[in-house]
């Protein structure tokens, strides 16, 4: 199996140590865990030629504490340079290193023509596709007490729409290969009774737009308990024919390849044979197997 969804930096700051060091810890644990290639996507945010998109992202908001936080959030965040990481991933891969380049894109409203454009001189393997924000709210946040509050009085079926509309805009942007973690709206457990019109439009949005769809252990980590996407979402998947690819999300070496066992059930019941890996942006389908040392 694939791990197509790795950071190498913890969240916060803390984005000066070797990264040649740190790839082959998360190489030492893929190969313990029989996973055959992984993918380093560390967030855009994390990277200062980042910069000139977020402080263009949230100009239309009127001051308020969320957004002041959303600034202070990125400044600590967009630290490292993004061509200094390239090399490194690009020598990991030329000294025979199983990994591939990528990033995971966030959603840029309205900014992801000029996202494509920053991204396009680079030699990316993969780029993710991810909403983490709605506006300045970082929804998925749950070290924001202040991001979290807002679940407090937020409407449901007005936040999944927010929500569905950011990802179909991203979809259609083009700009990126695969949706990551398709329902992360669902993180803090907060989820309206009628999801069908939210799985019809997620679903749809992946379909339409020739995207890869990440099945991903995050969700078991987190207050929902449950993979990303839900076992219903990822039968409307299956059904439309959508590829996927397999991911853990880690922030750690030790969680590469987490919970890869039950994943690996699951798309075999959703009727999965073949999963994506990616070469310069290219999809390519790989037999499903069983993440085992016994297959390897
Ligand atoms: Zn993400
Ligand atoms: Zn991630």
């Known amino acids: 199996m694939i791990d197509c969804h790795v950071h190498i930096w913890p ?3 803390g984005t000066s140590f070797p990264v040649e060091k740190t790839l082959e810890k998360y190489c030492e644990q893929a190969a313990a865990v029989g996973i055959e290639e ?15 998109l977020l402080e263009r992202a949230w100009t239309a908001e009127e001051p308020s504490p969320l957004l002041e936080d959303m600034h202070t959030y990125w400044r600590t965040h967009a630290t ?7 090399t490194a991933v690009e020598m990991a891969k030329a000294r025979g290193m199983p990994v591939l380049l990528g990033l995971e894109v966030d959603y840029y409203p309205a900014l992801m023509d000029a996202v494509g454009e920053l991204l396009s001189g680079y030699p990316f393997d993969v780029l993710l596709g991810s909403v983490h924000w709605l506006g300045s709210w970082r929804f998925d946040d749950l070290d924001s007490k202040l991001s979290m509050d807002v679940w407090d009085h937020v409407q449901l079926d007005e936040a999944y729409e927010r929500y569905v ?8 942007s083009h700009v990126c290969d695969v949706l990551a973690h398709l ?4 993180v803090t457990a907060r989820v309206p009774e009628d999801l069908s019109w939210v799985h019809n439009r997620l679903a749809d949005a992946a379909f339409m737009n020739g995207m890869t769809v990440e099945v991903s252990s995050a969700g078991w980590r987190k207050p929902i308990a449950e993979q990303y996407p839900c076992s219903s979402l990822l039968e409307l998947l299956a059904e439309k024919g959508v590829p996927v690819t397999t991911a853990s999300d880690a922030h750690d070496p030790s969680v590469v390849g987490h919970g890869f066992d039950k994943l690996f059930r699951l798309l075999e019941g959703a009727g999965y044979t073949h999963e994506n890996t990616f070469r310069r942006r290219s999809p390519l389908a790989v037999p499903l197997e ?7």
Do not use: M, N
């Open 11 to 13: 969240h916060g700051s």
């Open 38 to 52: 992984l993918a380093i996507t560390e967030h855009l945010f994390r990277f200062v030629q980042a910069i000139p």
């Open 80 to 86: 490292a340079d993004l061509d200094a990481y390239v």
């Open 165 to 172: 509309a950011a990802v179909e805009e991203l979809a259609s």
């Open 183 to 186: 329902d992360l709206i669902k």
């Open 290 to 296: 069983a993440a085992s040392l016994e297959k390897r």
